[in-house]
């Protein structure tokens, strides 16, 4: 049975604000936003507490066959937060529960060529399919009239690049760009999983939630390959000092030990499309010859540079001089970065950044060979979202059921290094 959308008259949000070429006429008839059941959504791991599923839960309607239905009636439109290249991205939020804050990203596809109309059905593709704490939750999804709206996770903490830019000599501290490196990579890893190659990877496209924590946004650029997923089993001797501090692993230094891997990366994914950011575009990229999922990991090589030295490594002049750079130049770093963790970061970078996609570190074997750089060393991945983020203070309280709940929030005091522990000076 097919159900007529149109935009209720009792809704607080305008679409006419969305589109300078188009006007939508309001109607009685009311219109609902459908999502995943939220049976499934609210039992992950992740999800389980989360209060916004709850809001949700407690304002839609569920149907014996599990799917949610709100109207738009439902939500009340904020402010404007921002535009990109598909649509507009508004706060809003629940009538009945005024801390149940989301974005709503509101696409014209009257306004969209053909070419960025497959761009936001991939966008919406991938959100559906995605379920980890450092990715967006989409928790509706609503096509009416010539709009496709996307309701996802707001996030107050803004994006990488504008905390970037607040920084002294734009740069962060090499403890601060491991945290944010190593859930930006847990992030990467799962959408190679699913076999989605990212392609927009960039600090504007890192996003902050309110605890901290990080969360990529801007799917549109994807696009998808073929997986198979492998087990595998391995002995790694440890090598160098010891921790039982913080994130650090304990161990004694030369004692071999047992690893299971899992590896699931779209090796075979193939593209002749150049979309992107320049100063982030891999050289086979660039050269038109097409590419796969190492673009991903150039990328994230771009990505750690920038936030160490607080600019990109091939900028030039000019796009025309930056491309040129990414094709024929090689890396180079400052002379001042003699800090501890320095020479880790510089040979990672170095190891990403090889212009030649199969000898290119995670090319291979995805997330799992760039988790073992020593830059990484003591980070334990499966408890990644339990650690306190830089420029976070790990306050701890009791419930009344006796269990022990984290709640993060700023403080005013200097944040030592989140791998000691999280500490404070």
């Known amino acids: 049975m097919e159900i007529e959308t149109h935009f209720p008259s009792d809704s607080d949000l305008d679409f006419s604000f969305t589109s300078s070429t188009s006007t939508f006429t309001s ?6 936003l459908s999502s995943t059941p939220p049976r499934n959504s609210s039992s992950k791991t992740h999800r389980k507490n989360d209060p916004h599923w709850s809001a949700i839960l407690a304002a839609g309607n569920l149907s014996s066959s599990g799917h949610l239905s709100l109207s738009l009636g439902h939500l009340h439109l904020l402010r404007h937060l921002g535009t990109g290249n598909l649509g507009r991205v508004f706060l809003c ?3 009945h529960d005024e801390n149940a ?11 969209l060529s053909a070419k960025k109309l497959s761009q936001v059905e991939m966008e919406a593709q991938v959100l559906a399919s995605l379920a ?43 403890d601060s760009v491991r945290f944010y490196a190593a859930e930006v990579l847990l992030a990467l890893e799962y959408l190679h999983v699913l076999g989605f190659v990212y392609r927009d990877l960039k600090p504007e496209n890192v996003l902050r939630r309110g605890d901290g924590h990080v969360m990529l946004s801007d799917f549109d650029l994807c696009f998808r390959g073929e997986v198979v997923p492998t087990v595998r089993t391995r002995a790694r001797k440890i090598v160098g000092p010891t921790s039982n501090c913080g994130c650090f692993r304990s161990g004694r230094d030369g004692e071999e030990v047992t690893v299971t891997e899992f590896v699931a990366e779209p090796t075979e994914a193939f593209s002749k499309s150049c979309v992107g950011t320049h100063e982030y575009l891999a050289p086979e990229m660039v050269n038109g010859n097409g590419h796969g999922n ?6 994230f090589g771009v990505f750690v540079y920038e936030l160490l030295y607080g600019r990109t490594p091939f900028k030039g002049g000019s796009k025309e001089g930056t491309l040129r750079n990414i094709v024929t130049s090689g890396v180079s770093y400052p002379e001042d970065d003699d800090v501890a963790g320095y020479k880790e970061a510089r040979d990672l970078t170095g190891r990403l950044l090889v212009k030649d996609p199969r000898r290119r570190l995670g090319c291979a074997r995805g997330a799992t060979d760039i988790k073992r750089h020593p830059f990484f060393d003591g980070i334990k991945w499966p408890l990644m979202r339990d650690y306190c983020p830089p420029g976070m203070r790990r306050h ?6 006796g269990r022990w709940s984290w709640k993060g929030y700023f403080g005013k005091k200097r944040y030592r290094s989140w791998s000691n522990g999280a500490k404070w000076a």
């Not at 009416?144 to 962060?172: A, E, M, V």
């Open 396 to 401: 701890v309280a009791e419930n009344r059921r």
């Open 294 to 299: 190492g673009v991903d990991w150039w990328a």
């Open 93 to 95: 939020r629940l009538k």
């Open 101 to 111: 804050l989301f974005a709503l990203k509101v696409v014209d596809r009257d306004a």
């Open 132 to 174: 980890h704490p450092f990715l967006p939750t989409l928790y509706a999804h609503l096509e009416i009239s010539h709009y496709t709206c996307l309701l996802i996770d707001y996030c107050p903490g803004g994006d990488l690049h504008s905390l970037l830019l607040k920084q002294p000599r734009h740069r962060f501290p090499v």
């Open 27 to 32: 109607s009685s008839a009311r219109t609902s």
